[in-house]
């Protein structure tokens, strides 16, 4: 089995820190990056951390994944609500699937209520800040580690 983790990022996440500290606070992507780096190798598991402002870039990842990866942590962005290619490459891939996001989308505007990742995704991750990459992490190492019977 493969120990390694897609983190994919969509659009605008290179600019965290900056952009709209009020609801993503100031961490930026690097540090969660060099959080996400500490925790993966922590749990014997290797990442490939990548962000993209880019559609079709977000979705050649996803096949990418489907020869490296046991599994796949994303933050689509602004994706998340409109990407039909997306959500299709997300079904190509087997293993699991964590959505993830920032702040709290249910408590914002309606817009951001409805997920087409949602609909693929094994599990999904709101609302926890830049901390919730770390935790993403953490589930998905369970997800993919055999339980041994005792």
């Known amino acids: 089995?493969?120990?390694k983790i897609f983190i994919l990022n969509g659009p605008n996440l290179n600019l965290l820190?900056?952009?709209?500290?009020?609801?993503?606070?100031?961490?930026?992507?690097?540090?969660?990056?060099?959080?996400?780096?500490?925790?993966?190798?922590?749990?014997?598991?290797?990442?490939?951390?990548?962000?993209?402002?880019?559609?079709?870039?977000?979705?050649?990842?996803?096949?990418?994944?489907?020869?490296?990866?046991?599994?796949i942590i994303i933050n689509p962005a602004a994706y998340t609500f409109t990407?039909?290619?997306?959500?299709?490459?997300?079904?190509?891939?087997?293993?699991p699937k964590i959505e993830l996001h920032i702040?709290?989308?249910?408590?914002?505007?309606?817009?951001?209520h409805h997920s087409l990742i949602s609909r693929v995704a094994t599990a999904i991750l709101i609302?926890?800040?830049?901390?919730g990459y770390e935790l993403a992490i953490q589930a998905m190492v369970g997800m993919v580690t055999p339980v041994e019977a005792s």
């Not at 290619?85 to 891939?93: E, R, S, V, Y």
């Not at 609302?127 to 901390?131: L, N």
């Open 1 to 3: 089995m493969s120990k």
């Open 17 to 71: 820190g900056q952009r709209e500290p009020s609801i993503y606070g100031t961490t930026t992507l690097q540090d969660i990056k060099d959080r996400c780096i500490a925790k993966s190798n922590s749990l014997g598991f290797d990442i490939e951390f990548r962000q993209t402002n880019f559609e079709g870039e977000l979705v050649e990842s996803v096949h990418q994944a489907r020869e490296e990866a046991c599994g």
């Open 83 to 95: 990407s039909i290619a997306l959500m299709d490459a997300l079904k190509t891939f087997d293993p």
């Open 103 to 112: 702040s709290n989308v249910h408590a914002r505007e309606s817009i951001y």
């Open 127 to 131: 609302g926890f800040g830049a901390a």
